[in-house]
């Protein structure tokens, strides 16, 4: 099946705009793109004029079920919020929830530009089934716990569950949809079991996902309890031999950035979540500046409370260059880098995150037909400053389109709606 | 003309939600809320399931005519960003640039569930012919400024046009429009003029706009030339007399605080673009604890770079608790008082800001039925952290509709984009 856009506004790999331009699609591959109009026959054309089209966003961290939990303990700081008022609602959670949560968090990323997320939760072997009946593209982990100094590597079983969705996702064969091995935090383990497990996942390979010093508190503490920070924790129980992706970072320290520069770590900037949560923000300039690659998520629903990374790229633009009074801190271009080829080579998908023949077909047209969008002095600052994620008109994964004009084409939104209804009555 | 609003969602003046509720409308009046269906007979009655009514917006600091400065000049700081960059395309402003501007911006602000502006620019009788065509509410000025220190009052001929405008507007008897005097700033004026325009107003009686502090350099340097604040400067001239509306507020003292709650100024809050500038932020915490009246607003579009006032709430509301490493500070609630009734207080509107019988029939309708506005376990948080403009399908002012699903009723937007078009042809 051969897809042609024609009369297309395509955002080229170095940020400038080709006017009235054609992309072409062969299955899931991005085969022609150019100002004149292909020579080969395509199977069907689609106008896409006054639209954009832009590569897919990548939301590097989130927690996709808790779109259920939305709005839950607003105005309670981190701690507080996790463990007196979501723990205890989570640990009432069936594979129901688990689908309808995903579910809805996944529409709300197709409908905002979204093509590839990276999900830390639990029971994720619903959520797999979800994300491969979407056809998003996503990372998963089941991420390892332990609140008891005195449980064995062998008796936890988040350990067992988290390498099991390893091999189960790799027995599964779909490009889409990659395992990742995961840590929650340092603050919700213990030191001998995070080794046993980074132990294992070494020799498996593959990647990391961790939250890494979101909290003044919880660093504190950790170097407190171990004498180090909890970055010199990780490094030193053997957790970055794989590719980490962190996220938060906002109390590194100056010596922790050696250590993630060493590792290669990905740093993920979630500024909505910790600023609303109290936390405060990653030093994203300076990580920039030493040379760690940055990406951006969202995090999860309950503590942000939308999936909407424009909203994300457009706080994190504004965020730095106020608090430092330096308005030529993270250009647009930066915040856009950030939200699309960062995150697939985070990810370690090979050929995603551009427009560019030879790539994978992550596509996502934007309506400049609003008066937002208008006058279009500056695309790049329009896409991070004047942009919502509502400009979205078409979400492309893979050559398949998710979503398009308000309709959602592989998830049921009254299906959804139905049993959400069912989830709140039962949960609350 | 009576319409009555059926299973609708209300948000009440105390923030609470009345579910399956009917709002009448009688003109441009509220004749009943309340669950039962009224007894009495209307024209015409709309269906507003899975919509919730809120009260519509006060964006309390635009420059609506920068809409079409869009994206111009991104990444430079304040100073060299309006000398510059901006400034030598405003001298090359005409009457048909201010005119597509004005209605653009009014597109973007009716669209997103905004119904009044307070609104600072030139040839503001322009302006004002649109905002009287488009049926928004408005408080226009004209502001003074005066780069030559022996310019004599008589010879300020924008005070004179900011007077001129003041009687215009009255003698228009629009209930809608209402003429507001107005500083640039103390950076663009000397102080003869000031005090003698202050004399002036005080005598005729109603509200002054003013650029206050908004970057240090400018709160710097005016005590440096004056030996006071900005708002110390103001205040000895004589221009507080009169209720003062003063945008930014990002760099004034604690002794300020206690001039401007002497004097019952409003301060504005515009997150966006002071952060975006990297001129800081405004102390809002303390400001509302001094017991200052707070607003918020958009600024201009060359500086935001939209008019979407949600975006504006949830930055305000996520900013200071990351700043401040306090979830607490401002909540959802306080942002949404900030936005409506203490707009319409500020602009001298009685019986505005509230769904309430008897008041003004500004209505603005949000849609609820999208997966970011689900579950709705807390409407204020929904509204503050998950909305979006682009999550209005309907804003009604005094009792008309100017924008219902995509389309504006009072506005051309074809003829916008034509005339906008020409516009930049002519500028750049």
């Given at each position: 099946m051969k897809l042609l856009f024609k009369n297309a506004s395509i955002l080229m790999e170095d940020w400038s705009v080709l006017k009235n331009g054609f992309l072409g699609i062969d299955g899931d591959t991005i085969c022609y793109l150019g100002q004149e109009r292909p020579q080969e026959d395509f199977d069907s054309e689609k106008d896409m004029s006054g639209k954009l089209l832009i590569p897919g966003l990548y939301n590097m961290h989130a927690h996709s079920p808790m779109s259920i939990l939305r709005g839950i303990g607003s105005g309670l700081p981190l701690d507080k919020w996790l463990f007196d008022s979501i723990f205890p609602i989570e640990a009432r959670m069936t594979p129901e929830d688990i689908a309808v949560g995903t579910r809805l968090n996944m529409m709300e990323m197709v409908a905002s530009g979204t093509v590839s997320f990276t999900d830390m939760y639990d029971q994720t072997w619903v959520t797999l089934d979800e994300v491969d009946k979407a056809g998003m593209k996503a990372n998963l982990c089941r991420p390892i716990q332990c609140f008891d100094p005195s449980e064995t590597y062998e008796d936890n079983f988040r350990s067992k569950e988290s390498i099991k969705l390893y091999h189960d996702i790799n027995a599964m064969n779909n490009s889409r949809i990659k395992?990742?091995?995961?840590?929650?935090?340092?603050?919700?383990?213990?030191?001998?079991?995070?080794?046993?497990?980074?132990?294992?996942?070494?020799?498996?390979?593959?990647?990391?996902?961790?939250h890494l010093s979101e909290t003044k508190k919880e660093h504190e503490e950790c170097k407190q309890r171990h004498g180090k920070t909890p970055a010199r924790f990780f490094y030193d129980l053997g957790t970055m031999e794989l590719p980490v992706i962190a996220a938060h970072c906002v109390w590194v320290e100056d010596d922790d950035l050696v250590l993630l520069k060493e590792k290669n770590v990905t740093c993920v900037h979630n500024p909505t979540s910790n600023m609303k949560l109290g936390?405060?923000?990653?030093?994203?300039?300076?990580?920039?500046d030493a040379g760690i690659r940055l990406c951006i998520g969202t995090d999860g629903d309950a503590s942000n409370n939308n999936q909407d990374l424009f909203e994300e790229m457009h706080l994190a633009a504004v965020l730095h260059k106020g608090y430092?009074?330096?308005?030529?801190?993270?250009?647009?271009?930066?915040?856009?880098?950030m939200a699309t080829v960062n995150g697939a080579e985070a990810q370690g998908r090979e050929n995603c995150g551009k427009l560019k023949v030879g790539y994978k077909a992550d596509v996502v047209a934007v309506d400049m037909d609003r008066p937002h969008m208008m006058p279009a002095h500056d695309v790049p600052s329009l896409l991070t400053y004047s942009a919502h994620g509502s400009d979205v008109v078409m979400?492309?994964?893979?050559?398949?389109?998710?979503?398009?004009?308000?309709?959602?084409?592989?998830?049921?939104?009254?299906?959804?709606?139905?049993?959400?209804?069912?989830?709140?009555?039962?949960?609350f």
């Open positions: 395992a990742d091995f995961s840590i929650h935090g340092e603050y919700t383990n213990q030191p001998h079991i995070v080794a046993a497990y980074a132990e294992e996942c070494n020799k498996l390979g593959g990647r990391v996902h961790l936390s405060g923000f990653m030093p994203s300039q300076k990580i920039k430092h009074l330096d308005p030529t801190m993270l250009e647009a271009t930066d915040l856009l880098t979400t492309m994964v893979d050559g398949k389109i998710l979503y398009e004009n308000g309709v959602f084409l592989t998830m049921d939104w009254e299906k959804t709606k139905f049993e959400l209804d069912a989830c709140m009555k039962r949960l």
